[in-house]
């Protein structure tokens, strides 16, 4: 009965393959538990090979799907919440690990995020981030690296302008070369 239902519906030559597979379903579940070493070697090599094709057509769904994908995340997270937790729990020295191991390999993005989220400033470089730099605000929305001990030598506020005529004047000396 069921062959005469898949036979009915799959008479075009192109879809012999797809007939039999529908009709050994015990041999392809054999299969793929006897090959499941060289699927996962041969699709680890496939997204190597394919990295670049694969990130742009992600990118190009995201960019075309965002409220989609942002109600599938927040449903995601209602619905996972207990493992969510559990997994942090059960994971976190790796996590706080890791998340340190980015810091410092990432100096300027956390300098970045902090301005831009927590301060509601602009995050506009000048020059780029060096070794024992801070960036300093010149304004809400320009940013410019200048050494750690020039940043703190004079006390200063960009959200209510106190000393900010001082410091731009000893940055802007250092700057400049002058």
């Known amino acids: 009965m069921v062959n005469k239902i898949i036979d009915q519906y799959t008479d075009l030559p192109i879809n012999k393959l797809k007939r039999w597979r529908l009709r050994h379903p015990d041999k392809i579940k054999e299969y793929n538990e006897t090959h499941k070493e060289y699927k996962k070697e041969y699709m680890k090599n496939y997204g190597e090979k394919n990295k670049e094709g694969h990130n742009k057509a992600c990118l190009k769904y ?12 927040k449903q995601y997270r209602e619905n996972h919440k207990e493992e969510h937790r559990d997994y942090y729990q059960r994971n976190n020295e790796r996590i706080k690990e890791q998340y340190h191991k980015w810091v410092k390999m990432n100096p300027d993005k956390g300098r970045k ?3 831009k989220r927590k301060r509601n400033l602009g995050y506009i470089e000048i020059n ?3 070794v024992g730099s801070e960036g300093h605000h010149l ?3 320009y940013v410019i690296y200048i050494p750690k001990k ?3 030598s004079v006390y200063h506020n960009i959200l209510t302008g106190y000393n900010m005529n001082l410091i731009n004047f000893e940055v802007l000396k250092w700057y400049y070369g002058n």
């Open 62 to 73: 995201r960019l075309t799907h965002k409220e989609q994908a942002k109600n599938y995340a």
């Open 113 to 115: 995020y902090t301005a």
């Open 128 to 130: 780029n981030y060096f």
């Open 139 to 141: 304004t809400k929305e």
């Open 150 to 152: 020039l940043h703190r």
